[in-house]
Nanobody, 124 residues
Framework: QVQLVESGGGLVQAGNSLRLSCAAS????????MGWFRQAPGKEREFVAT????????YHADSVKGRFTIFRTNAINTVYLQMNSLKPEDTAVYYC?????????????????WGQGTQVTVSS
């Protein structure tokens, strides 16, 4: 079992930045990828970004390309989401996810463990 703890959410004005963190613990010896998804009220959970642990390849949703960046530190098994130029439409609960095996990087079903989520609210 893998435990994921997110932090870094909050309330910011449009145009500002936030950095989310996700610390993984437990059976993390087998990590294929970690990702970020988000869910706004009344909407489906949507893909934000994924990083492949070996090699560091990254994938970002079109809606966040050029504004958000996913990156990780091997030493402490933490993945980050740097969010710049935030917009009100980025308001959502952001979830960290862990995948042990290879899957489609932008599909929630590819990830077996999830964090509890952290709220990001962007005011106009």
């Amino acid at each position: 079992q893998v435990q994921l703890v997110e932090s870094g959410g909050g309330l910011v004005q449009a145009g500002n930045s936030l950095r989310l963190s996700c610390a993984a613990s437990g059976h993390i010896y087998s990590t294929y990828a970690m990702g970020w998804f988000r869910q706004a009220p009344g909407k489906e959970r949507e893909f934000v970004a994924t990083i492949i642990w070996s090699g560091g390849s990254t994938y970002h949703a079109d809606s966040v390309k050029g504004r958000f960046t996913i990156f990780r530190t091997n030493a402490i098994n933490t993945v980050y989401l740097q969010m710049n130029s935030l917009k009100p439409e980025d308001t959502a609960v952001y979830y960290c996810a862990h995948a042990r095996t290879r899957g489609v990087p932008d599909r929630p079903e590819s990830f077996g463990s999830w964090g509890q989520g952290t709220q990001v609210t962007v005011s106009s």
